[in-house]
């Protein structure tokens, strides 16, 4: 019996797209070649697309609001979220490679808007390959703060090029975050931990936070419980292992 | 002097120009695709297919040792795009390095090159298809210089590498287009190289449908590019892929050629002519009178020629499916393939969650 209902893969009462609906293989290939739109250069960004009451298009060239905050494979949107509330005046977005899920967290945040006027207008999400964009989205220093929570592990030695963390990529990393702008990284596989840890310690261009400047950090308590992936290994008592670093001038 | 040379076989090999000895031989674990000497002569950097640039130091430059076989060490890398070209700044402050994703990068060359080059100074954003070729235009009164980059987009560009910021485009394929009075078919105006005279403003660029150069003239004052002059090769069909310029002597030699011909008994061709007359310090672009050399009035003249390409003269025909491989080498390499999207799903049908159950 076929039924047509428009939007049943929205939640009528919560206005929330339904998960199952959204289904998507855990990985994706960071090697393949884009077919998703890149912008040709930060002042390409199109702001009045992603933060339509804060930026609205007439005076998008004077606008002096920047992104801030970049979730680096965001997933289904879980730490956006909660950082949306925490730093309202903070524009911020989510860098997701799965079209899926990105169109999963497009329709959370969509919902969200609808349910709580004047929320939420400061998070976004853009399907792209941040592993070759990052420069294209932001300019130099521009990120305060970087965010990857869980990222994929590539087990395998041959794949270890494609971690989202690497000694070269953290390069770029530097160049768009600004001196003092923070790096949080956070995951479940102890091997993956140690290697994060190591490339952000042997680059010239981050320094680890101190254990006060840590505690003192609301955003650090997040990294392990605002993510789905997150509840999820607090759910199996998995532990985590978190490396939280600062961008640098280089010693000359 | 150093001389660097690279190809295929997966080795980098430096020679002296004094003894012509090569004095090193690097080995790469891939395809090396661009390769760069910084302006001290103390380290040799090369790049490959897979977007890493490595580094290795030389022993001073008299080395009359046989080849010592150095291992090089990764300086940066553009995640899994080639690299296109690599350049050193004139004030040796930093390494450009330019992809086949449109983007070129600025980067701090450090004092420990080995250590790798972390500081990004900026990236040049602009290229609307993969960058093919660096230059920097360097004069005694202005020694920081301008990057001048050329592209797929038919575009030759100006930066200031600073800043990251693009200072002019110029659109050479449409200046190009606006010359030929039948139409050409398809577009094959990407620069395929690009060559700044020393101590003079002008940038030749070489364009793949272009028998000749196009002359471009910058002005250092309103950086600016402006059309100076086509120079046209005629009675032969020849168009250059590859352009150096002489230190002294204002003469900007041109190469074209390719190996693996298909459509020819010929396994390799190359062809070499040179363009002379170009007058240094010479700000007024219309003082210039580029001429285009007959073989016989070539430095080296016969000889050279037939050292450098076999023989004197080369069959029309030859040239012909040189210009034609050359053409479907740059495409196959650097021009992206687009799919249609039933043509993407169909590649992926062996993916678990693409088959359909049965």
């Known amino acids: ?252 | 002097m150093l001389f660097v040379s690279a190809g295929d076989d997966k080795l980098v090999k430096v020679w002296s120009t004094q003894s012509w000895r090569c004095i090193s031989t690097v080995c790469s674990e891939k395809r090396v695709s661009a390769i760069a000497v910084s302006n001290d002569g103390l380290h040799v950097c090369f790049a490959d297919k897979f977007g890493v640039v490595w580094v290795v130091d030389l022993p001073g430059v008299d080395g009359n040792e046989a080849s010592l076989n150095k291992k090089a060490v990764p300086l940066l890398a553009h995640y899994c795009s080639i690299i296109t070209g690599l350049e050193f700044s004139p004030d040796g402050r930093f390494i450009v390095s330019a992809d086949r994703d449109f983007k070129i990068r600025v980067t701090v060359f450090p004092k420990k090159p080995l250590d790798g080059a972390h500081e990004i100074q900026s990236f040049c954003l602009g290229h609307t298809e993969f960058v093919s070729c660096l230059a920097f235009i360097s004069t005694s009164d202005c020694l920081q210089g301008f990057l001048v980059s050329g592209g797929g987009d038919s575009t030759v560009r100006l930066w200031d590498i600073i800043s990251g910021s693009l200072l002019d485009s110029c659109e050479v394929g449409a200046k190009v287009g606006d010359l030929k009075s039948d139409a050409t078919e398809g577009n094959c105006s990407t620069v395929t190289d690009i060559c700044t005279i020393p101590d003079c403003t002008l940038i030749a660029v070489a364009i793949q449908s272009l028998q000749g150069i196009m002359l471009l003239s910058c002005d250092l004052q309103s950086q600016t590019l402006s059309l100076a002059k086509v120079v046209s090769i005629v009675g032969e069909n020849f168009i250059p892929t590859s352009l150096g310029s002489s230190i002294s002597g204002g003469l900007l030699w041109m190469v074209t050629g390719g190996s693996k011909l298909l459509s020819s008994d010929l396994s390799s061709l190359s062809r070499v002519k040179v363009i002379s007359g170009f007058k240094k310090n010479s700000p007024d672009s219309s003082e210039q009178e580029p001429v285009v050399l007959a073989d016989s009035e070539i430095p080296g003249g016969a000889k050279l020629l037939e050292k450098l390409q076999g023989s004197v003269s080369i069959d029309e025909k030859v040239l012909l499916a040189a210009a034609d491989a050359v053409k479907t080498a740059m495409c196959n390499l650097l021009i992206k393939k687009q799919y249609s999207v039933e043509k993407r799903e169909f590649r992926k049908r062996t993916r678990n969650d693409k088959k359909t159950r049965q």
């Open chain 1, 1 to 252: 019996m076929m039924e047509s209902k428009p939007n049943q893969t929205i939640n009528k009462t919560t206005g929330l797209p339904r998960k199952r609906f959204y289904r998507a293989r855990a990985h994706s290939n960071p090697l393949s070649d884009s077919h998703f739109p890149v912008p040709l250069s930060p002042s390409h960004v199109d702001y009045s697309l992603h933060y339509p009451q804060l930026v609205p298009s007439a005076d998008q060239t004077d606008s002096s609001k920047k992104i801030q905050f970049a979730d680096i494979g965001c997933g289904f949107g879980g730490l956006l979220i909660s950082l949306s509330t925490l730093f309202p005046e903070t524009l911020m977005i989510g860098m997701e490679l799965r079209d899926k899920v990105t169109e999963y967290v497009k329709e959370r945040i969509l919902g969200l808007r609808v349910a709580n006027p004047g929320r939420y207008q400061n998070i976004s999400v853009v399907r792209t390959n941040s592993m070759k964009y990052i420069p294209n989205y932001f300019e130099k220093g521009q990120l305060t703060k970087m965010f990857f929570l869980f990222p994929d592990p590539h087990f395998k030695e041959k794949n270890h090029r494609r971690r989202v963390i690497s000694p070269h990529l953290l390069d770029e990393y530097a160049y768009v975050l600004e001196v003092g702008g923070i790096i949080y990284t956070i995951t479940d596989v102890e091997e993956l931990g140690d290697w994060m840890k190591s490339c952000l310690e042997n680059h010239p261009m981050f320094e680890a936070l101190s254990e006060e400047e840590l505690e003192d950090d609301h955003v650090v308590k997040l990294l392990s419980t605002a993510t789905e992936e997150g509840q999820k290994v607090a759910r199996n008592e998995g532990q985590t292992f978190q490396a939280v670093y600062r961008q640098i001038v280089p010693a000359s």
